[in-house]
């Protein structure tokens, strides 16, 4: 059987009609090609920059502190972010030039790229200037001298110092112009021993609240009877542990029980001494007060002279605007305000040490270098010395130096 064969015009019109067909395909397929932008197109450059922006403003809106603050580049501390408990450093940058990168960097790492070509990269920043006054160091001490006194023995006012019965006297004293403070060394007291030798008195000044003893004690010392006269004259009680006692606080001179039979002391008081005289009969759970009434005493310490308080300006970001311009970018730049609703700080350093560990190993601040060195010595700070997130130094040997004052030590 023999098949019947294509005649010439059947194939000249089959030829032209897939000639028709595949210029539509190809124009189709043109078409759709030139409709999806490409990766430098305008459109795909405003998403990226919308992008990036938004992260930009992100960050800094959950900035800690602010360590770098530059028109071009700024650096944040913020949460942890890589796992190890510790606040990371977040820095944003551009160098100013045109068609270069805009990059982002976390602690030490390498600066990783952002946008590959920027033409504009500015930060402007909302600041909010807070003033604290910072008081003054109580400075260097002076030679011994009497900080106060009442020493009008001739009254016949006595007090016998008992299990439950002390007494205290009540006083501001008045320091030298300029001295900040004063540091107790020695009391003494008008007394009189009561015949046995086994009295013990503890001599402490206090600081005063509510109009008796407080709980704040500036220095003490042991007053004991075999050292007291007999019949009345002046002892002397030299004080331990003191600290600074600031100008114009108000003090309590309080004598008080700690062993022996009887009296353990016999002081002389006066009831037109001018000052307040303290005493309780219950071991100092209630103390009653002799206005005009004055223990006999006298109150040595040295002046401690120094420097006086100041002001210090603190400034703390409120928002940053950020402005960013792709260079393939012909529009304007966009701009996107972040609000520090914390309104960091800011620093010129910051550093974090958690002493729950030898802070001789960390580098919290990411400088490069150790925060902490053992001064005098090489190693680590003793596990044992380390407490509840606090150091305790064992011996005067110890000390430690750093970078820089911690910004939140714990």
């Known amino acids: 059987m023999r098949h019947r064969g294509h005649s010439l015009m059947e194939m000249v019109l089959s030829l032209t009609i897939l000639g028709i067909v595949t210029v539509s395909v190809g124009s189709v397929a043109l078409l759709a090609g030139q409709s999806e932008p ?111 006194s009442y020493e009008d023995t001739g009254g016949s006012g006595r007090f016998d110092i008992k299990s439950d019965e002390f007494v205290a006297q009540s006083l501001t004293p008045a320091l030298s112009p300029g001295a900040a403070g004063f540091q107790p060394t020695r009391i003494e007291v008008y007394g009189e021993a009561s015949g046995n030798t086994d009295g013990e008195a503890l001599v402490e000044v206090r600081d005063e609240s509510s109009g ?17 006269p007999d019949p009345f004259d002046w002892v002397n009680t030299d004080l331990t542990d003191t600290d600074t006692v600031p100008e114009g606080q108000a003090i309590t001179l309080m004598v008080s029980y700690v062993s022996g039979s009887g009296r353990v002391n016999r002081l002389r008081t006066n009831t037109t ?35 006086s308080g100041f002001d210090v300006t603190r400034e703390h970001v409120t928002g940053i605007q950020v402005s960013l311009q792709s260079t393939a970018d012909d529009n304007t730049p966009m701009t996107r305000t972040a609000r520090l609703e914390q309104a960091p700080e800011v620093l010129t350093g910051f550093w974090d040490a958690e002493f729950d560990a030898s802070p001789s190993n960390h580098d919290l601040n990411n400088d490069g270098s150790t925060d902490w060195v053992y001064n005098g010595g090489s190693g680590e700070i003793p596990a044992d010395h380390l407490t509840g997130g606090a150091w305790a130094a064992p011996q005067p040997g110890w000390s430690a130096m750093v970078d820089a004052p911690t910004r939140r030590p714990r």
């Open 212 to 228: 008796e003893p407080g709980s704040a004690v500036y220095a003490s010392g042991t007053l004991l009877e075999t050292n007291t």
């Open 38 to 148: 490409e990766q430098d197109s305008a459109a795909a450059t405003l998403v990226t920059d919308s992008r990036t922006l938004a992260r930009i403003a992100e960050d800094l809106a959950m900035a800690r502190y602010v360590i770098e603050q530059g028109p071009n580049a700024v650096t944040i501390v913020v949460a942890d972010r890589t796992g190890d408990g510790l606040p990371d450093r977040v820095r944003y940058a551009w160098s100013g030039s045109a068609a270069t990168p805009l990059t982002v960097q976390l602690n030490n790492e390498s600066a990783v790229t952002l946008i590959k070509y920027v033409d504009q990269f500015q930060l402007t920043y909302d600041l909010d200037q807070r003033v604290t006054t910072i008081p003054g160091s109580p400075g260097t001490p002076g030679p011994e001298v009497l900080i106060a």
């Open 273 to 307: 001494g001018g000052g307040t005289l303290l005493s309780t009969t219950d071991g100092g759970s209630n103390w009653s007060a002799d206005t005009g009434a004055s223990l006999c005493y006298r109150l040595y310490g040295y002046e401690m002279t120094g420097g």
